[in-house]
């Protein structure tokens, strides 16, 4: 018994990619994920963010940020958020931004919202990495190193919130957009609070 698998060709494509070598499937979806970053450092229209979603970058940013938080406690003092803390934190605080969105009559599927929350972290990701490279680079803990952080981190919470919004405006009912933009605040806010509390 045999059957035919029909895959649908992409449009401007006139081969599908079950016969392409995975060097080019993966140049290909490099490139994509490269695209989306650079929608989020400049923010603007985000039909490609949408349209193309993926999980790929912000898989990438959330191990990121959870290796650069992993805490490490010494006896004395708390080591701070483990690997799998942050890890659940982000994924699950997109997943509930996620349903409150739909909840809210949004027009994003669930897995196009995960992406571009998932992939507007890159700026607190940004911020993360300066912050970890003041501390080991001799910036010792104290007023003028938290008031450093507090401006580094407060400039990417800023920039995640701004490319979010830009993104999910569209989206939303215009009925109830700062309520629906109220949890995508709150869910950066925790994760800049993760930030800036890292020891």
Not at 162 to 185: D, E, H
């Amino acid at each position: 018994m045999s059957g035919n698998i029909f895959v649908p060709n992409t449009p401007g494509s006139d081969e599908n990619t079950l016969d392409e070598p995975i060097s080019t499937t993966l140049m290909r979806d490099i490139k994509a994920v490269g695209s989306k970053f650079y929608h989020v450092i400049i923010p603007r229209d985000g039909s490609l963010l949408l349209n193309d979603w993926d999980l790929w970058g912000p898989l990438i940013l959330c191990t990121l940020l959870a290796i650069i938080l992993q805490g490490h406690s010494d006896g004395k003092h708390d080591g701070g958020p483990q690997f799998a803390q942050v890890f659940v934190i982000i994924w699950v605080g997109a997943g509930v931004v996620t349903l409150n969105s739909k909840l809210l009559d949004g027009r994003l599927s669930f897995f196009q919202s995960i992406c571009v929350l998932g992939y507007c972290v890159f700026p607190l990701a940004v911020g993360a990495v300066l912050v970890k490279m003041f501390s080991l680079f001799g910036l010792k803990k104290g007023l003028i190193a938290f008031i450093v952080d507090f401006v580094v981190v407060g400039l990417a919470f800023v920039w995640a919130m701004f490319a979010a919004v830009c993104f999910l405006k569209p989206t939303n009912n215009p009925g109830k957009k700062i309520i629906s933009t109220y949890p995508v605040g709150l869910f950066y806010f925790v994760i800049a609070w993760l930030v800036i509390s890292q020891p």
